[in-house]
C-alpha cells in the first residue's frame, strides 16, 4: 500500500470508482492501458507494448490519476499489487528515447511538393515567353520553321480547338447562345470596325506614306476577313468561361464570309474576290465544329479519358501556337524584310492596336451594367483585334497578281499572334493579382 500511495493524489476517489465499475471489468485479467493524451508523441500501439503484466485481479482507471504519472495498477484481492511503477516509467521513457530518435533518423519532407503533373497544367504562363522566342528563331534560322507549311494549319487549329472543347461543357455553349447583344457586338466588330480600320490604314498607307497602291489594298483586304480561331483560344487562356461564347462568334462571322467578305472586298478595294464556299464550310467543319464537338463528347461520355490527357494539352498547345505563329514568318520573312517592310509592319501595328483598343473599351460603354463587364470586354477585344489574317493571304497570293498584296497579310499573321498573346499574358497576370 506504500507504493500505491505515492503515486495516488486522491486514494479515496479511486477507491469509490472501483466500487462503482460494473462486474465485467472486475472479471478482466489482463490490465487496461493508459489513455494518452492526444498530443502525446508516443505512439498507442508502442505504449500498449509496453505494458503486458498479468492481474488476478480487480482494474482501475488510468484517467484518475494525473497525466505526467500515468500508471497503470493491478490489485489483487487482498490490494496487493503486481504492476510496478518504477518498471513503467523506465519502459515509457525508453520509448521516448526511441521515438525521438526515430524521427531524427528520418529525412525532412518539404511542405510544398511540386509534381510534373502540376507543371504541366502550369505551361500556359509560358506561352508569350514561348511565342516570342519562335518569332526570333524564324528570323535568325528560318529552316526551323518553313517546313510546317499551310496544309498542317487545319490539324493545328482543330487541336486547340479540341483543347478547348476538352476543358468544356454542352452547357457552356447554351450559355452563349442565351447572349445575343454580345454576339452581335462580336459580329459588328468583326465586320463594321474592322473594315473601317482597314480602309482608313490602308489610304494612309497610299496618301501618307506614299506606299503603292498594292499595298494599301493588302491593308484592307486583312480587314475584310473572318475572325480568327487563335482568338479562341487566347480567350480560353485568359477566361476559360467565355471561351465559348468566342467560339460562337468565330463560328459565326466565318460562316457567314462566304458571302460578307467578297461584298467588303469590292467595297473596300473595288475588286470583288470570289470565295470559295465549299471550302469556307470545309474549314469551319475542320477546324471548329468536328474537334469541339470531339471534345465534348469526350468529356460527357468517356472522363477518365479526359482527366489522363488533360495534363499533356497545355505544352501541347504552347508547341502548336508557336509554330503557328513562326511558320508564317519564316515563310514570308524576306517580304517582311524588304523595302516596304518596316513601312508595312508600323502600319499593320497600329491596325491591330487600334483594334484590341476599341474592342475593349466600346464594350464597355455597351455592357456596362453586365457582372462580367470585364472579361465581356476581353473577348471582344480579342474577337476584334485578331482575324484570319491566313485566309487574307489565300485570296492574295491566288487573286493578285502583284506579290506586294501579300505582304500585309503575312505580316498581320505575325503580329496578330504576338499582340494578341502579349495580352493574354498581361491580363492573366492581372486576374492573378486580382488587379
Avoid at 465485467?24 to 502525446?40: A, D, E
Wanted: a positive charge; one cysteine or more; hydrophobic letters at 50%.
Amino acid at each position: 500500500m506504500n507504493s500505491i500511495s505515492r503515486h495516488l493524489q486522491t486514494p479515496s476517489s479511486l477507491f469509490a470508482s472501483l466500487d462503482s465499475c460494473p462486474d465485467s471489468l472486475r472479471t478482466r485479467t489482463r490490465c487496461q492501458v493508459p489513455i494518452l493524451p492526444r498530443n502525446s508523441p508516443v505512439s498507442s500501439s508502442r505504449f500498449a507494448a509496453s505494458l503486458n503484466p498479468v492481474c488476478s485481479g480487480w482494474w482501475c482507471s488510468p484517467h484518475l490519476l494525473p497525466t505526467s504519472q500515468a500508471v497503470s495498477f493491478v490489485f489483487g484481492r487482498h490490494g496487493s499489487s503486481k504492476c510496478k511503477s518504477g518498471d513503467f516509467s523506465e519502459s515509457l521513457e525508453l520509448e521516448l528515447g526511441r521515438e525521438s530518435s526515430s524521427e531524427s533518423m528520418q529525412p525532412s519532407v518539404p511542405t510544398e511538393q511540386f509534381s510534373i503533373v502540376e507543371i504541366l497544367k502550369k505551361a500556359n504562363s509560358f506561352l508569350p515567353h514561348v511565342v516570342l522566342a519562335s518569332t526570333l528563331l524564324a528570323l535568325i534560322y528560318p529552316p526551323s520553321f518553313t517546313w510546317f507549311t499551310n496544309r498542317y494549319y487545319a490539324p493545328a487549329l482543330g487541336f486547340l480547338m479540341f483543347a478547348v472543347g476538352v476543358n468544356s461543357s454542352e452547357r457552356d455553349f447554351l450559355e452563349a447562345f442565351k447572349r445575343p447583344a454580345a454576339i452581335f457586338a462580336g459580329y459588328i466588330g468583326q465586320f463594321i470596325v474592322k473594315p473601317l480600320l482597314g480602309y482608313f490604314f490602308g489610304m494612309m498607307s497610299v496618301t501618307m506614306f506614299s506606299l503603292p497602291t498594292s499595298v494599301g489594298a493588302g491593308i484592307m483586304l486583312v480587314s475584310c476577313v473572318s475572325g480568327a480561331q487563335l482568338s479562341n483560344y487566347a480567350t480560353f487562356l485568359t477566361d476559360p468561361s467565355m471561351a465559348p461564347l468566342s467560339i460562337v462568334m468565330t463560328s459565326l462571322s466565318t460562316a457567314t464570309a462566304v458571302f460578307v467578305t467578297p461584298l467588303l472586298s469590292l467595297l473596300l478595294i473595288g475588286k470583288r474576290l470570289p470565295v470559295d464556299v465549299k471550302g469556307m464550310v470545309s474549314s469551319i467543319l475542320q477546324i471548329v465544329i468536328a474537334p469541339i464537338t470531339a471534345g465534348l463528347l469526350l468529356n460527357r461520355f468517356v472522363p477518365w479519358i479526359c482527366n489522363a490527357i488533360r495534363p499533356l494539352l497545355p505544352p501541347l498547345s504552347v508547341f502548336v501556337t508557336a509554330l503557328c505563329v513562326g511558320a508564317p514568318l519564316a515563310i514570308n520573312v524576306h517580304s517582311i524584310m524588304s523595302s516596304f517592310g518596316l513601312m508595312i509592319l508600323s502600319l499593320i501595328i497600329a491596325f491591330h492596336l487600334s483594334a484590341f483598343v476599341i474592342g475593349y473599351f466600346l464594350p464597355g460603354f455597351i455592357f456596362q451594367k453586365a457582372p462580367d463587364v470585364k472579361a465581356l470586354q476581353r473577348t471582344l477585344s480579342f474577337e476584334t483585334g485578331m482575324q484570319s489574317s491566313l485566309l487574307a493571304l489565300a485570296l492574295a497570293n491566288r487573286f493578285f497578281q502583284d506579290p506586294l498584296v501579300a505582304v500585309p497579310p503575312a505580316i498581320s499573321t505575325v503580329m496578330m499572334s504576338l499582340m494578341g498573346f502579349s495580352l493574354v499574358m498581361l491580363w492573366a497576370r492581372r486576374r492573378a493579382t486580382g488587379q
